[in-house]
């Protein structure tokens, strides 16, 4: 895919996202690693990025990252105004942007974790979306001392489609703060052998080839949790 096409994958998906329900105000972002050998003119402003933390990036990675607070109700309408480039490289990153007041998203360090991971173990995924799902959550709320093996049977047991479909199952992740550390390296054990990983009390991230094959595996997770939660 081309970025143009990519753009116009966002803009549907975003749109889809916001209906559904799972993005309100700012929730959810999306990163996507792309192959490119230069930066498109549109992020024509770099900004340097200072960390106190250690990153190991083998390969030069360029993300499309959608920018912090961005509204995926917005994004749908213009997406280029909300996405920057980031990149990396060893321990160097760089942020590239039509507006130097965009700043990539919150969770954008647990992204580019991800996103190294998944470069050497699962070259196949290329994106990562994080959203809201609300059933999902309110699973995570009322099988609060479940494990995830508990969580995967209820699911499997109300839907067989979540056995056919998603027979890794569903990771699932303590309630960590959004954009720390911990909740990026629990995520990325949780992503060694499932693609959609529910945060607990707060929403879910997938990895997965693009962005549609990502909605549709959490849209089974959670008609399997929508139909629990209204059968008892
Ligand atoms: O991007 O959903 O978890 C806003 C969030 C943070
Ligand atoms: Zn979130």
């Known amino acids: ?15 889809h996202l916001f209906h559904m329900g799972w993005a309100e105000r700012n929730a959810g972002n999306i990163s996507i690693r792309l192959t490119i050998d230069s930066i498109p003119d549109s992020f024509s402003k770099e900004i340097y990025i200072k960390h106190d933390f250690l990153i190991n990036c083998p390969k030069v990675m360029y993300l499309l990252v959608s920018t912090t607070g961005s509204r995926m109700r917005l994004i749908t309408k213009n997406p280029e105004d909300h996405f920057g480039l980031l990149y990396c490289h060893g321990n160097e990153i760089k942020w590239y942007t039509a507006d130097t007041d965009n700043l990539p998203s919150s969770e954008w360090i647990s992204h580019l974790r991800m996103h190294i991971f998944l470069e050497l173990h699962k070259p196949s995924h290329k994106i990562i979306l994080h959203t809201h799902p609300t059933e999902l959550i309110a699973l995570s709320h009322k099988l609060y001392s479940c494990t995830e093996a508990q969580i995967n049977d209820t699911l499997w047991d109300i839907m067989p489609e979540v056995k056919y479909f998603i027979p890794e199952g569903l990771g699932y992740v303590e309630l960590f703060d959004p954009g720390s550390d911990e909740l990026a390296q629990n995520t990325i054990l949780e992503l060694i052998n499932h693609s959609v990983v529910l945060w607990k009390k707060h929403g879910c991230l997938a990895s997965a080839k693009n962005l549609w094959e990502a909605i549709e595996q959490i849209e089974i997770l959670n008609k399997a949790a929508k139909i629990y939660l209204l059968a008892y």
């Open 1 to 15: 895919m081309n970025t143009k096409e990519i753009f116009k994958e966002i803009s549907e998906v975003s749109n």
